[in-house]
């Protein structure tokens, strides 16, 4: 070996830096753990830095309070039971919408999905009236049935609606058209082919309906919960801001995140297991 080539290799170009092994050797494991961790690196990222921002005031506290100011105040929420009082108010509202929504979402779609003539004539009006927003049903809404819980429950089962059927309708509408032939050799009746052919091809895309209904449903109940409410996540929100207490503004905003996550997860976990069963 020359003089230069033992030079470069006694470099310390040439060795591994104990902080890149440290690195190679995290990701190593990350992926060997099967990279369940690596959906929370982000926010753990963000959190980090929040904490750092508030530690070294980077934001005013009035601004954006710490971490563990607003981990203070969920755990007084919790103990005083007055998280459980309003969360239980936002499931129950958001549940008994999103049920019925979908159950109109699915029974509306099914029936555009299996008659083109129905689909001819509702589906233009549909699509026209799925643009308009929910906040802009609220003063209508409010007129017919008041501000107690079925303007809510209305609002939110709107929300869900919508992409439930427009899904249904696309689940129905995308059987392959040589199986139907297929099943037309057969002699298959009608109501053979839906449930046979037409309606095992039509689940995925009905469970991706129910969940951007869920979505849709749980966006819409914080809306109508900061408009009109005297309890719930959403008027917490709403409380925590008139009074300018951003730690509890802070705190509600983190269980809605938390919850809309893991029924997000338990839908997906269902989709699979139906769907897997089925097949």
Not at 46 to 51: G, K, P, T, V
Not at 204 to 220: E, I
Request: hydrophobic share 55%; aromatic share 10%; net charge neutral.
């Amino acid at each position: 070996m020359t003089e230069a080539a033992s030079a470069l290799a006694a470099s310390p170009a040439a060795t591994p830096t104990p902080t890149a092994h440290g690195a190679a050797l995290f990701w190593h494991a990350l992926r060997g753990a099967g990279g369940w961790l690596e959906p929370f690196l982000l926010p753990l990222a963000l959190l980090a830095l929040w904490w750092a921002g508030a530690d070294r005031g980077w934001i005013p506290p009035q601004v954006l309070p710490s971490p563990q100011f607003v981990a203070d105040t969920l755990r007084e929420l919790a103990t005083s039971g007055d998280l459980w009082l309003h969360t239980g108010a936002s499931l129950q509202r958001v549940l008994v919408g999103f049920a019925a929504g979908s159950v109109l979402g699915l029974l509306l779609g099914t029936v555009m999905g299996l008659s083109r003539s129905v689909e001819a004539y509702a589906l233009p009006s549909f699509n026209a009236l799925v643009q308009i927003p929910v906040l802009a049903w609220l003063p209508f809404v409010l007129l017919l049935v008041g501000i107690g819980e079925p303007l809510k429950y209305i609002l939110i089962a709107k929300a869900a609606l919508v992409p439930v059927a427009l899904n249904t309708l696309q689940g129905f509408r995308q059987a392959p058209q040589a199986l139907r032939e297929v099943g037309a050799v057969y002699g298959y009746t009608r109501r053979q082919q839906v449930l046979e052919i037409v309606l095992p091809s039509a689940l995925p895309t009905l469970f991706t309906g129910l969940r951007l209904g869920f979505t849709k449903a749980w966006l819409s109940l914080v809306v109508v919960e900061l408009v009109a409410s005297s309890e719930g996540l959403g008027y917490l929100i709403v409380y925590g801001r008139q009074l300018f207490q951003l730690d509890l503004v802070m705190a509600a905003v983190i269980v809605v995140g938390a919850i809309g996550y893991v029924i997000d997860r338990l839908l997906d976990l269902a989709e699979r297991r139906f769907i897997g069963g089925a097949h």
